[in-house]
């Protein structure tokens, strides 16, 4: 490994969850995500899909040799089992792993684990050890608690659109997934807190997770605008509400960030791009003012910025030490050095595709390796005979469970 995290005392293998058993009935995005950051820190996590199927996922594209490089990428370091949990005698085969498990994640919409005898009520009685985490779109709770739900419709339920794109335009997604990826990543945190406090109390804990409700949590400054102000905000395009000079500003040939996020900061700003009177313009004296005069400020700083391209701009304001940046494609971002450098682009080897590039794990850590290279992604069913083993169904045939 080439980056500083390689350096100091041996590295161990794995990750803080090891020894940890996830059972994992996710699908699609949401649920598969929290389960990839649980096998990312250790954690041993069993995959139960749908057989024939498995998870909708591995219908979705881009596909790669007719494997899907989304599926992969959300289920690499996984195992997958095929079970169909409306039989008794795979439900049975569940219980057996859950009875090993010291989690289990689900995000079905509310109220279909218990239609097939697995809610939490069931399973606490019959495992009490075992920490239940459900991650849906409305919650166990409240009167949307039945209505599906994806990404998109917790984007717009949740307030997150009504505040991207531009001042005037149309109703725009967030690029990413966010209302599914932080949906995972509050679930994760659930997890971690409930593993620690069943070490503490030896209690196990349900965990409900709505997707709503995690983009609620994420509007931060805009909540905090409408409840002090009774403004309703809208969109800036990439211009923050309350610092100025925080934006994207047109140079000689594309686009610069500067975040300036105090009067330091924009002193240090105006000075680099020739613009001392700038720090010296009343209207733009504090960084109130400054967001009360946005669009002159604007107007003042590009005038500047059109002597130089981003480039050059970026090495000057760099020396200068103002945060700044260009707008990089996703090409721009898998290559740049300091990306590869925090080993944020992994490999992992599949054996019909070969080497495959994915996202890397964000979270590192000074006694646990962080290998450039982490375990495929698993074929549907592909561990069956493994798992049923290690269950003591070592004889039993697919077709006869």
């Known amino acids: 490994m080439t980056s500083q995290m390689a350096t100091g005392p041996k590295r161990a293998a794995g990750g803080p969850l090891n020894g940890v058993l996830v059972i994992d009935l996710t699908r699609v995005l949401a649920g598969p995500y929290c389960t990839l950051l649980m096998s990312d820190l250790g954690a041993r996590v069993i995959k139960v899909e749908i057989p024939e199927?498995?998870?909708?996922?591995?219908?979705?594209?881009?596909?790669?040799?007719?494997?899907?490089?989304?599926?992969?990428?959300?289920?690499?370091?996984?195992?997958?089992?095929?079970?169909?949990?409306?039989?008794?005698?795979?439900?049975?085969?569940?219980?057996?792993?859950?009875?090993?498990?010291?989690?289990?994640?689900?995000?079905?919409?509310?109220?279909?684990?218990?239609?097939?005898?697995?809610?939490?009520?069931?399973?606490?009685?019959?495992?009490?050890?075992?920490?239940?985490?459900?991650?849906?779109?409305?919650?166990?709770?409240?009167?949307?608690?039945?209505?599906?739900?994806?990404?998109?419709?917790?984007?717009?339920?949740?307030?997150?659109?009504?505040?991207?794109?531009?001042e005037g335009g149309p109703p725009t997604r967030v690029g990413t997934s966010i209302g599914d990826l932080s949906a995972g990543l509050f679930t994760a945190v659930g997890i971690s807190s409930a593993l620690y406090h069943r070490s503490q109390t030896g209690e196990a804990l349900k965990i409900d997770v709505s997707m709503l409700d995690c983009q609620v949590a994420l509007l931060e400054n805009a909540i905090a605008r409408y409840l002090t102000t009774g403004s309703v905000p809208g969109p800036l395009g990439a211009r923050h509400p309350s610092i100025a000079p925080f934006d994207a500003y047109t140079t000689d040939d594309s686009h610069v960030i500067v975040a300036a996020g105090n009067n330091n900061l924009f002193e240090r700003f105006a000075k680099a791009i020739g613009g001392r009177q700038l720090a010296q313009d009343p209207r733009y004296a504090t960084n109130d003012l400054r967001c009360q005069n946005v669009e002159e400020l604007k107007h003042d700083i590009?005038?500047?910025?059109?002597?130089?391209?981003?480039?050059?701009?970026?090495?000057?304001?760099?020396?200068?030490?103002?945060?700044?940046?260009?707008?990089?494609?996703?090409?721009?971002?898998?290559?740049?050095?300091?990306?590869?450098?925090?080993?944020?682009?992994?490999?992992?080897?599949?054996?019909?595709?070969?080497?495959?590039?994915?996202?890397?794990?964000?979270?590192?850590?000074?006694?646990?390796?962080?290998?450039?290279?982490?375990?495929?992604?698993?074929?549907?069913?592909?561990?069956?005979?493994?798992?049923?083993?290690s269950l003591g169904i070592e004889t039993a045939k697919k077709e006869e469970i």
């Open 302 to 389: 590009e005038a500047l910025l059109a002597r130089h391209t981003t480039a050059q701009w970026i090495d000057i304001l760099d020396k200068a030490g103002v945060p700044c940046s260009p707008i990089n494609t996703v090409s721009d971002v898998l290559s740049d050095e300091q990306v590869k450098y925090r080993n944020m682009v992994i490999t992992t080897p599949d054996p019909i595709i070969g080497d495959i590039k994915m996202a890397g794990n964000p979270i590192k850590f000074d006694r646990f390796d962080d290998p450039h290279t982490r375990p495929a992604a698993p074929d549907l069913d592909a561990d069956r005979q493994r798992i049923l083993a």
């Open 53 to 166: 199927t498995g998870d909708d996922a591995r219908q979705i594209g881009p596909f790669i040799k007719q494997k899907s490089a989304y599926f992969m990428s959300l289920n690499r370091g996984k195992e997958s089992i095929a079970l169909n949990l409306k039989i008794d005698r795979d439900r049975q085969i569940l219980h057996q792993l859950l009875a090993r498990a010291d989690v289990v994640v689900e995000n079905f919409r509310s109220g279909t684990m218990d239609k097939l005898n697995l809610g939490w009520d069931t399973l606490h009685e019959r495992h009490p050890r075992l920490i239940y985490a459900a991650v849906s779109g409305f919650g166990h709770s409240g009167p949307y608690q039945s209505k599906p739900a994806y990404d998109l419709v917790v984007q717009a339920m949740g307030g997150i659109m009504s505040l991207t794109g531009q």
